[in-house]
């Protein structure tokens, strides 16, 4: 979280281009957003289950990073991405849609319901950024703005364990039973589990088309690590 911090910084300056970063979690994690309350999560339960509690930067509610690619992106407006949140979700979004699709998913921003109230699970909630197939939630997408420069984050995942996520975030049964319900992952809708390399592979290509760049692989600056470890007490658990 700190790295990706980094890079919408040093984005902002001007010293790097726009970045695509895809990553994976060496344990299961939750991200809480940048104003959640630290208490959205049982942190006892956390500690006995192995799962790390972090913070993110952007905003949003909480988030269980398991079995998914989970992707940042950090474009600016001299970019092309358009100034404002409803804007810039709507092309970021295009992209993250374009990737399931590549993939065989018939994935889109359709409006859902509203999801259910005051539930700290990112799942349980419904916004104008959600990805859904037939009315269930794929995806969710949060972002944050450094004056014209934007950090969106956001997963594509393969496969989800209901009862642990339902469990971190403390959801009754009836929550349980409606995130059960609700989502979909991609390894409930295709018969054949695309590899991690081959969701990566399809997000490179919609990510290129939508901002109109080639990527470049890449290593962290030197500027952008030094960055990171000046953010880490931010997003180290509260």
């Given at each position: ?5 980094a ?7 001007g010293?790097?281009p726009?970045?695509?970063r895809?990553y994976q979690w060496?344990?299961?994690t939750?991200t809480l957003g ?6 959205a999560v049982?942190?006892?339960?956390c500690m ?6 972090v913070r993110?930067f952007?905003g949003?509610?909480?988030v269980?990073?398991?079995?998914e ?9 001299d970019?092309?991405?358009?100034r404002?949140t409803?804007a810039?979700?709507?092309m ?17 921003l ?5 999801g259910?109230k005051?539930s700290?699970a ?5 916004t104008?950024?959600d990805?859904s197939?037939d009315g269930?939630?794929l ?5 944050v703005?450094?004056r014209d ?6 997963s594509f ?8 996520e339902?469990a971190?975030f403390?959801?009754?049964a009836?929550?349980a039973?409606r995130l059960?319900q ?7 809708e ?7 390399g081959q969701i990566?592979e ?9 901002l109109?760049v080639?990527?470049e692989?890449?290593e962290?600056t030197?500027?952008?690590l030094?960055?990171?470890g000046?953010?880490m007490p931010q997003?180290?658990?509260?």
């Open positions: 979280m700190a790295f990706d911090r890079i919408q910084i040093a984005r902002d300056g010293v790097v726009p970045t695509l895809l060496e344990r299961p939750v940048k104003f959640q309350d630290p208490t049982d942190r006892a339960l006995r289950l192995g799962v790390d509690v993110r952007t949003g509610r909480g269980l990073h398991d079995d690619l989970t992707y940042s992106v950090v474009a600016s407006t970019d092309g991405v358009p404002g409803a810039s979700y709507r970021i979004c295009s992209a993250v849609a374009a990737t399931y699709q590549a993939l065989g998913v018939a994935a889109g359709v409006p859902r319901d509203t259910v005051g700290s990112c799942y349980l909630h419904s104008t950024a990805l197939l269930r939630k995806s969710g997408s949060a972002q703005w450094l420069t934007v950090l969106q984050h956001g995942v393969i496969t989800r364990d209901v009862e642990r339902a971190v403390r959801l009754d009836d929550a039973r059960a609700t989502t979909v992952t991609l390894g409930d295709l018969d054949r589990v695309p590899t991690v990566a399809a997000a490179v290509a919609s990510f290129e088309q939508t109109g080639e990527f692989a890449g962290p030197d500027q952008e030094e960055l990171a000046s953010l997003v180290e658990g509260d």
